[in-house]
């Protein structure tokens, strides 16, 4: 499993304020008691601050807690100071999606609904080149590249079924959309059947005929090891991200995945579908090589 910085620090700053909890400290009594301020001990709950080892012991005496505990917590604390490697694109990422990478980059399973574009754990380069192109206007060829590069990073994990399992549901939309040329979305598509043949992976298609349903738009859930993180669901939106943490709204995405699941085509069904559509590519882009040679030879 990859360690990343981004969960272990969230772990940690949630263990912390539930220790601080069921010590029956307030964050005032706790501070005054390390003989800290105050906004010390918000801004670690908060993870606006890192925890040192030294914080890491002096909370876990203060606290009382067993050693076990005591050394988990000052692991937590090792680990989140430590480099992502995907923090080597601050400077090309926005800090709402590093997060999301972070998040992402240590979770068991993900679960990712899209109405536009294939996700981008299952593009392919010039998919994913094309894609950047069109949604971020202001994009150098050196940031397109470096996202293309950053959107393969992301997809090493899935290579080993051990490692992330990915349940992906697309509109029929994402079939049709003509990113790039038809030779780019053919090719797409391809890699899309053939990575739907991996034991980790399952693909499905939403299709127009299933009408409306309770999607509203684009999400992610991320799930972990029970022991590290409780579900997320990532929503993005165009200045930015929204986190859904709390277990009630959490739970209201579960039902909306399970409705996805029971109403897009079945497995099967949806590779089925993407060949056909792969099919009609085929078509578009031999009768535009016929009318391409056709000019060249006048």
Request: charged letters at 30%; hydrophobic letters at 40%; zero cysteines.
């Amino acid at each position: 499993m990859s360690i990343s910085p981004t969960v272990r620090g969230r772990v940690l700053a949630r263990r912390l304020r539930n220790l601080r909890v069921d010590a029956g400290y307030t964050q005032k009594t706790a501070a005054e008691g390390l003989d800290w301020r105050q906004s010390k001990v918000s801004r670690i709950e908060a993870q606006e601050q890192y925890v040192s080892v030294t914080d890491a012991h002096a909370l876990s005496s203060f606290y009382n807690v067993v050693p076990t505990e005591r050394d988990l917590l000052v692991k937590l604390a090792r680990d989140s100071k430590k480099k992502g490697w995907w923090q080597s694109y601050d400077d090309l990422i926005p800090e709402w999606f590093d997060t999301f990478v972070g998040m992402e980059a240590e979770a068991s399973s993900v679960f990712t609904y899209e109405s536009e574009f294939i996700p981008g754990l299952l593009q392919t380069e010039q998919y994913a080149r094309a894609t950047t192109k069109a949604t971020v206007l202001d994009a150098t060829r050196d940031d397109i590249e470096r996202s293309v590069q950053l959107r393969m990073q992301r997809q090493e994990r899935l290579s080993d079924p051990s490692e992330l399992q990915l349940w992906a549901v697309m509109s029929e939309a994402t079939l049709l959309r003509p990113v790039g040329d038809a030779a780019v979305l053919r090719d797409q598509l391809n890699h899309l059947t053939a990575m739907a043949e991996q034991p980790n992976i399952t693909v499905q298609v939403m299709p127009f005929r299933a009408g409306g349903h309770p999607a509203l738009g684009p999400f992610v859930q991320l799930s972990y090891p029970e022991e590290w993180h409780p579900d997320v669901v990532y929503l993005e939106i165009q200045a930015g991200a929204q986190w859904i943490e709390e277990t009630p709204q959490v739970r209201k995405f579960r039902d909306v995945i399970e409705h996805l699941r029971a109403h897009a085509l079945d497995p099967g069904d949806s590779i089925a579908a993407v060949k056909k559509r792969v099919g009609e590519l085929d078509a578009e882009v031999h009768q535009l090589e016929e009318i391409d040679t056709k000019r060249r030879t006048r």
